[in-house]
């Protein structure tokens, strides 16, 4: 915290810049959607490896299981490839969270268009009411 | 002291543009104060990019421990889960490592919490994500039992510390994906990883509505040193010294965001209003303490045009402290105010009393097991705070912060006694220079602790420390015109 607040007490010299405007001839920022494709790669990356490791300390796994040695040993070996398929596992399930930030990247979409209006309507002998709207 | 130098000439240009130092509110012409955007005007949030994140957090970091540290309790199987669901292995209080517990879990739900306000989510609704995420990892990620502790200062000290480092974050670097230089990038990644990702993710789009700008701030860092600390067992008749501790460097800092003083500052969201301090001493018995307290709900009073302006409401608290004699740490709510009256044209008074409930504390010894017979209690517990400060602007200031826990030990074997914890600091200081000022501070503490009707004891402690104090304004904490 101490280190953080430091940084931020010092930020005090650097001249801030505002928040650009988009301004007519300036380059546009890459889209959230632009993004996506990138986000998506590496979460198929992640995926790809901790299925690796997986597979790799699952074919350890028995390799150790048919080791000469004490079964205690040997328990203690499978336990460590075990750990170790958990971690691939655990790999892999973050490549495919990543995959599923690209996909809510790739539908980031402008925000809905919500309105809602009423106007009364008084006529000889009656009246009304006219709701009229616009949703997503 | 070159460093000391270079931080008080950077110091000087503290009111950079785009700030509310540089420009007092009452200057601005109205019509730009009427111009600027409501603070729950546009809203753009992703509920599914910081579920995702969560996750994708919660499952790294159990791979981390099953591939790189080895961790025994991330050894999970279908066994360790089921045992979770059906009460074999349920719900209990842990007592791993004091900082683990009372700091890791906190800042582990800060992570997931910036995730979830950086996304546009709301405060209270960005807390379900903490309190989701964190029952997950009680039922999934560990082999040991789910513990009930761990839920509660992941979720509300995940919040709590969370929602300061967020707020500190947007004040660094602003809503709306503007540029910014390197150095605040990079600074706005050291306070806020997950909101630095999520502003490169959705391109700065995505706001929670709920954070104003240009807060009202207050700021003062405090290096010094500690002159001396000493640790005495007050039980029998004659003081028997436990520690005496010589010379150490200390480093402190105090952010107060939402100042009172600023007559154009509402409070309108939960933390608009926060006081969060933080001091590290060492080297030898290293001392470390992180105390924050936010306005949750309430209310403001004092006008425009009173000389008392104040604050009132429930107040969210995450304690941590490894202060003179113990380690103490707690979560909870309390209710209470705080207070700013201008006593002269430049003399102020300021005040805060609060009074709270912990849901979850944590007290014991600083490690100091082989000289007593038990070192923590854990349970629920109260906590008061009593602070007065009073402020001669340019000149210097005076202040006493008294802070005092009540500690049962119901939630461990032997359920009983107590811990009963008290700080009280004095602290004076006087501008030296512009944005300098020096001081003394004397810390006082006092421990008892109870583990049954024959086994009471108590500690004291008191201290001396040297400090140097950097500020932007020379304003001792005072804001406002």
């Known amino acids: 915290m101490l280190p953080l607040l430091l940084c931020a007490t010092l930020l005090g010299a650097t001249p801030a810049t505002p928040p650009e405007p988009p301004a007519d001839g300036s380059t546009p920022r890459a889209s959230v959607r632009s993004r996506a494709p990138l986000v998506a790669g590496i979460g198929a990356g992640l995926t790809l490896s901790g299925t690796l490791v997986w597979l790799v300390a699952n074919v350890q796994e028995g390799a150790v299981a048919s080791l000469p040695a004490s079964p205690a040993e040997v328990q203690v070996e499978r336990w460590k490839r075990q750990q170790t398929q958990l971690g691939g596992i655990g790999l892999a399930l973050v490549g495919l969270c990543t995959v599923g930030i690209a996909a809510a990247m790739w539908n980031w979409a402008p925000p809905p268009v919500k309105t809602v209006s009423a106007a009364p309507l008084l006529l000889p002998g009656g009246g009304g009411v006219a709701l009229s709207g616009t949703w997503p | ?481």
Not at chain 2, 320 to 330: E, L, Q
Not at chain 2, 402 to 420: L, N
């Open chain 2, 1 to 481: 002291m070159r460093g000391g130098a270079l931080m008080a000439a950077l110091l000087v240009t503290w009111g950079a543009p785009g700030h509310a130092a540089e420009v007092p509110p009452a200057a601005l012409p109205e019509a730009a104060k009427v111009q600027q955007p409501p603070a729950d005007a546009p809203l753009r949030r992703s509920y599914l990019v910081p579920a995702f994140e969560a996750a994708a957090f919660n499952i790294g970091l159990f791979s981390f421990h099953n591939l790189i540290t080895r961790e025994p309790f991330a050894v999970i199987s279908w066994d360790t889960t089921r045992g979770h669901f059906d009460g074999t292995h349920g719900w209990t209080f842990d007592v791993d490592q004091f900082i683990t517990n009372q700091f890791g879990h906190p800042y582990h739900g800060s992570l997931i919490y910036n995730f979830a306000r950086s996304a546009g989510i709301p405060f209270w609704r960005a807390g379900l994500y903490n309190f989701v995420a964190s029952l997950g990892w009680e039922y999934f990620a560990e082999n040991e039992a789910p513990a009930i502790n761990d839920q509660i200062t992941t979720t509300l000290g995940g919040m709590f510390l969370g929602e300061v480092l967020y707020r500190t974050y947007r004040y660094v670097i602003p809503e709306g994906g503007g540029r910014v230089s390197p150095l605040r990038r990079l600074t706005g990644v050291l306070i806020s990883p997950g909101a630095s990702l999520n502003d490169w993710l959705l391109g700065g789009e995505a706001s929670p509505g709920d954070v104003d700008s240009e807060p009202p701030l207050s700021f003062v860092l405090t290096p010094g040193v500690s002159l001396m600390t000493r640790l005495e067992d007050r039980t029998g008749a004659t003081p028997k010294l436990l520690l005496e501790q010589g010379p150490q460097v200390s480093l402190a800092a105090e952010l107060t965001y939402g100042a009172l003083g600023d007559p154009t500052w509402s409070y309108r969201h939960p933390f608009s209003y926060f006081d969060a301090s933080a001091g590290l001493t060492f080297p030898g018995v290293i001392m470390g303490n992180l105390y924050i307290r936010g306005l949750l709900l309430g209310g403001q009073y004092g006008g425009l045009t009173s000389p008392m302006k104040g604050l009132w409401g429930l107040f969210g608290l995450y304690d941590f402290g490894a202060n003179n004699i113990v380690r103490v740490s707690s979560v909870g709510l309390g209710f209470g105010t705080t207070v700013q009256t201008r006593l002269g044209q430049e003399v102020f008074l300021q005040g805060s009393a609060i009074v709270g409930g912990l849901g979850f504390a944590a007290a014991g010894s600083l490690g100091l097991e082989s000289l007593l017979v038990r070192d923590y209690h854990i349970g629920p517990g109260v906590e008061g705070i009593l602070e007065a400060k009073l402020v001669r602007r340019g000149l210097g200031m005076f202040r006493m912060r008294a802070k005092h826990w009540w500690v049962s030990g119901a939630y461990t074997e032997p359920r009983e006694g107590f811990e009963s914890i008290t700080y009280v600091t004095f602290d004076g200081r006087v501008r030296v220079a512009r944005h300098l000022a020096v001081g003394l501070e004397l810390p006082l503490g006092l421990r008892a602790y109870d583990f049954g009707p024959d086994d009471t004891q108590s500690i004291g402690a008191g201290g001396a420390r040297l400090t140097l104090s950097f500020m932007p304004d020379d304003a001792f904490g005072v804001t406002g015109p």
